[in-house]
């Protein structure tokens, strides 16, 4: 993880077609996407210089050549920032101390809130659940690991038919949330784990996909209720750095939210 900025820019630049940009695509081209001094030519730079900002040898770029750049590249806003942000000079720092024990306040919180509800730490253990939680999925589970259980476990596949979106969303988060984080070796074992046993994660960390997490949406295959289209929200925990609060919630009035009442009275029922 040594040249972020580097890897950022291959990736990225492989992404993008030279048709998208303006170029001519015929004939043999040797490389995926764009080639360095196409870039160059587009963002208004030497090759030369181009060719040290990849290799890392120019780690203090302008904000103006990173526009360009990211403008050549068709960034969004958000991996254009992103982009600045990796081109900024690092300053040394302490590491976030990792926070693994769950408020009392919070855990209360979570188990009386009427929808399914969790609360994960930055590397997606899974700290605190409330029952309708694991009811709807037992990939919830206190103790679960989000990220290994959706790469490596078959019934993640069962319990979220959009898989193929829910993985790159989920990768893409995480490189939003972490990516230049490079000094934590918690954080660097997980990823390392989860490349060699998963070519799906593998190929999505590549491509440095940047989005920040917040509110969505998913399906979830429920084996008694069937599928159910939510709507999923993470909020930060102020106080207790890297904590988010999940939490998954239905359209009033829809089938889903019927479903939902329905595995909230069943948990009731089972409840002593």
Do not use: C
């Not at 939680?133 to 979220?160: C, I, K, W």
């Amino acid at each position: 993880m040594d040249n972020e900025l580097g890897a950022f820019l291959r990736a990225r630049r492989e992404l993008v077609r030279p048709e998208e940009v303006g170029l001519p695509s015929t004939g043999l081209r040797r490389v995926k996407g764009l080639r360095r001094e196409e870039v160059a030519l587009l963002a208004g730079i030497s090759a030369e210089y181009y060719l040290r900002l990849e290799q890392g040898r120019d780690r203090n770029p302008s904000a103006q050549v990173l526009e360009a750049v990211a403008r050549v590249l068709r960034l969004d806003a958000e991996a254009a920032a992103y982009l600045q942000e990796l081109g900024r000079p690092k300053p040394r720092r302490r590491l976030p101390r990792s926070v693994d024990e769950v408020p009392d306040g919070l855990r209360m919180l979570v188990g009386t809130v009427n929808v399914p509800a969790f609360v994960v730490n930055r590397y997606r253990d899974v700290l605190a659940a409330n029952g309708l939680a694991v009811a709807l999925s037992p990939l919830m589970a206190p103790g679960t690991n989000r990220l290994r259980v959706l790469f490596t476990d078959p019934a993640a596949r069962e319990y979220h038919p959009d898989w193929e979106e829910n993985t790159a969303s989920v990768v893409a988060q995480l490189r939003a949330e972490t990516g230049t984080e490079t000094g934590d070796p918690r954080l660097a074992q997980l990823i390392g784990d989860l490349s060699a046993r998963s070519d799906r994660f593998r190929q999505l960390w590549a491509r440095h996909d940047v989005r920040r997490g917040g509110s969505g949406s998913g399906i979830i295959r429920h084996p008694r209720v069937g599928d159910l289209s939510l709507r999923r929200e993470k909020l930060a925990v102020l106080g207790a750095d890297g904590l988010q609060l999940v939490m998954y919630h239905a359209e009033p009035g829809s089938p889903s939210a019927a479903a939902l009442a329905r595995l909230a009275s069943a948990q009731e029922v089972a409840a002593p």
